[in-house]
């Protein structure tokens, strides 16, 4: 008798015969409760996504930057209050005293002392009034990388991915158009053909960025979709975007497309991505040989190397590059305020080449800078060196965290973890002779990313 109530009091068990019915299912949806900031955030956010891509105002001065900016600050500011206003939030530095020395509090904690050095930088520059307006954006900005470690990212990651990709597509197709002299939607006064091709990014280098890091984004997800249609149109966004590169034969681009498709491929097959990868490697080169101003590009680059002209090889960078050193040595604690390269560029350069004894001139058309054109040297020049190695040793813990969780294959978000590290792969690779976290159209998925890094990495050592 006691074993039948017991029977009774669980009820039948879910069968082929008796399945649940619709009504309870429907009941049991309708309890979950609808996360109405998280939902309102994840909007912003993706318009921060398609406007930092798509905007654009021919009636400005800055036709493509300043809206972009624009759009990506004020959305971001719009995310952040909805996420965190109506809400709790966690404290990254929580848990066992002394703990918050390793892990994800350690890298958690040299990013916040980075960002209190860059604070004290601005406040202490010479060019204080500059570098105070540069660093209310930096940090609005920065928004984005708490933004992406919370929940937001967790619910609402597939709607941001889908935005990111559309947007990315969009400027494929009309950068497609453009080199065919088919569609030019605004008019441009470029030096060659090649710069007039840059969509509605306006220029071709960021556009080639985005086109690159959405080229990975999409190969994710074709390679851990199960449902087919998602994979059709991942490879569909794939080819589109890696075919728009070709167009706009920026090299930084495929390198940055390259490393980050083979980090994809090693860390979710492992050995066996060697084939795919080499297949893919194949494939690029015959696209380059194909398309003629890729291959005369490609061409250009390989008689630079022969000749030993590093200097036309990286497009003359070796000026900003001499001008960023150059900033660190004069000011080796607190750099000269986030914001003032540009301003302090042509005085630096000129002191390198005095150092150097040598010229370094770049003879194109744009020949001033107001980026170092790598990311890992300007924070070492506006910020000073301590906070530029805070920085540095910030994304090399994130870094290595993502990677050792890739190798786990037991991780039931290894998919996630190692898109995630596919992505800032990419950006790293780029951020060595270009400056993809300075530019909204590449920097918004690149902190997202960052942000969602930490969450995952902090969740497992929750679990540990």
Aim: hydrophobic share 55%; with cysteine; aromatic share 8%.
């Amino acid at each position: 008798m006691s074993k039948r109530r017991k029977t009774r009091a669980r009820g039948p068990a879910p069968s082929r015969e008796n399945p649940p019915s619709r009504a309870g299912a429907r009941r049991a949806t309708a309890a979950t409760p609808v996360d109405l900031p998280a939902s309102a955030a994840a909007v912003c956010l993706a318009a921060v996504l398609v406007g930092s891509a798509l905007v654009f105002d021919t009636a400005s001065d800055s036709a493509f930057d300043a809206p972009k900016r624009l759009v990506t600050l004020f959305g971001t500011a719009a995310a952040a209050f909805a996420a965190f206003g109506f809400s709790g939030w966690t404290n990254p530095f929580a848990g066992e005293r002394g703990s918050v020395w390793k892990g994800a509090r350690l890298a958690a904690l040299l990013a916040a002392a980075a960002a209190g050095l860059t604070l004290f930088a601005a406040a202490v520059s010479p060019r204080r009034a500059l570098s105070l307006d540069a660093a209310r954006a930096l940090f609005l900005t920065l928004l984005l990388v708490p933004l992406g470690a919370s929940r937001v990212l967790r619910s609402r990651g597939g709607l941001l991915l889908g935005a990111f990709a559309a947007a990315a597509s969009v400027n494929a197709v009309v950068s497609f158009l453009q080199a065919r002299g088919i569609y030019q939607p605004f008019p441009l006064v470029a030096r060659g053909d090649r710069e007039a091709t840059g969509a509605f990014a306006g220029n071709v280098g960021y556009l080639a960025l985005s086109l690159a890091l959405a080229a990975v984004v999409a190969l994710g997800v074709a390679v851990a979709a199960r449902r087919t249609a998602v994979r059709a149109v991942a490879g569909a966004a794939l080819l589109l975007c890696a075919g728009a590169l070709l167009v706009n034969r920026n090299l930084t681009s495929f390198s940055a497309l390259i490393v980050g498709s083979a980090v994809l491929l090693f860390g979710w097959y492992g050995r066996r991505a060697a084939l795919p990868l080499a297949a893919a490697v194949l494939l690029v080169v015959v696209g380059v040989v194909a398309y003629r101003p890729m291959r005369e590009r490609a061409l250009g680059a390989i008689g630079s190397i022969r000749a030993g002209d590093w200097d036309q090889l990286v497009s003359y960078r070796t000026a900003p590059w001499a001008a960023a050193i150059q900033m660190a040595r004069d000011r080796p604690l607190t750099g000269y305020g986030p914001g003032t390269f540009q301003a302090e560029f042509v005085a630096h350069r000129l002191e390198a080449e005095i150092a150097s004894k040598r010229r370094l001139v770049n003879p194109l058309v744009t020949s001033t800078y107001s980026e170092a054109h790598c990311d890992y040297l300007q924070p070492f020049a506006e910020a000073g060196i301590p906070a530029g190695l805070l920085v540095l040793g910030s994304a090399a813990l994130l870094g290595a965290a993502l990677a050792r969780r890739a190798r786990n294959g037991a991780v039931a978000d290894r998919a996630e973890t190692v898109l995630l590290l596919a992505l800032l792969a990419a950006g790293a690779t780029a951020a060595l002779t270009w400056f993809p976290f300075q530019r909204p159209i590449t920097s918004v998925p690149l902190l997202l990313a960052a942000g969602r890094g930490w969450r995952l990495w902090r969740g497992s050592e929750e679990k540990a």
